[in-house]
């Protein structure tokens, strides 16, 4: 059994291992897990991959779906919960296709974190190592997505950057 | 206040923060500031990032605008001032864009580099960690800029990789 | 003279040195060096890549030419020797194109890994911190080359992540 902190961010590319990594730090708690799904169903290509993360996530987890509301979703938690928040991308994309005003999504993003009862994982996709795209929303994205994580990041006691699988810890320490 | 190496090196993805990261490094200092600005204002979106990131700086900076010339630009520095040259991205394309000889530009940038007189912070991006693009254009600029980011690694006293706004340290160490 | 472990691993970016800091690492341990050459040549540019890679390298390598069977490539390799197998990333691209089946070619080269008689180090690209390409092709070999650099760090000693030519040593130590 292993502490985790108020807020654990935990950063990669893709198909890094980061839900996994991410998995792995809930489960060695031991305690009661949450599993917050932020996917929406596009395509078949998006429909396989929710079907391999849930089956390598396995059993015992209790799952909110909610692609948007944040604060709907973690006042939900207990305070001897552990929550999983697979992906603040997704999140981010599903507010981006919505056109919602992100400045107030992501502060109430951010304050839900505050306020919830339980401890939470946050993962998120870095996407901004490549070139820039010749895309402007995927240009806007991009921009967006390097926001999100500082603030995920600052606010995090424990922050991860995993590459190939391997842990590189960002700020505050593994249990 | 703190001390600052001959040349320091700070590399970063899009929106990681890399930018205000490098700021804070020259302002606890506590030395006359100059800030070498190379973006030249392509479009809109280019203005919007030129206005953010001045906003972002705040007051106290002599401003050398200087898109190329990085021996004309650092020759106007002094000995008791630290220089934040943002970014060596931004010089790379104005060189690509002009067709210069890449080779001479970098010798002379690197030249400059060592002769300055003062303390020099150089941010740079991030490129090559994304898929290999369709476009001529960008998979030469994704392998000038690795190269570029390699050569100010090597010839840096502080490198520093910053992640979702959290510092790694490549090499020496954090003032 | 240093001593390699049987397996290590170098990632990096496009440009990163990677190459240069795998090539350094088996030159220091003094031993007799194969490299195996993975790039089928396509194109000009493929060509030029070769050709830079090859000077850099220089003499006193006996090269392996081998796009894709692993097993065959290192199973003439012995005790005494140490290899330099440059790139997973191309190995991969080379399975892609002849519409392999990426699983069977997967756990083959994971068991050649095994049973090489000498010492290996693997070569291979980050390409997963851009944004999501709009190519299905890419998209797939972005997921493919994810998941196979997971297995590489997951079974080498030492891992290391080429930044701007510097190392970070994600798992094991350097020699």
Redesign the interface.
Known sequence: MSQLPKLT?V???????KSAFAEALVLATGAARVYVATSQVYDD?MAAKVRDHRAARGDGWLTIEEPMDMAKALSQVGTNQVVLLDCASMWLTNHMMAESDLRAATEAFMAALDTCAGRVVVVSN???????????L??R???????L??R???KADL?V?V????P?V??GQLP
């Not at 950063?11 to 291992?17: F, V």
């Not at 870095?126 to 402007?136: C, K, L, T």
């Not at 994205?141 to 926001?147: M, N, P």
Request: net charge neutral; no cysteine; glycine share 16%.
């Open positions: 961010f950063l990669g590319g893709a198909s890094s291992g290509e870095e996407v901004g190592m490549g070139i820039v795209p010749d895309n402007a995927a240009r994205f991009r921009i967006a997505q390097g926001k994580n500082q995920l990041a600052e922050a950057f590459v190939a699988g391997l590189q960002l700020k």
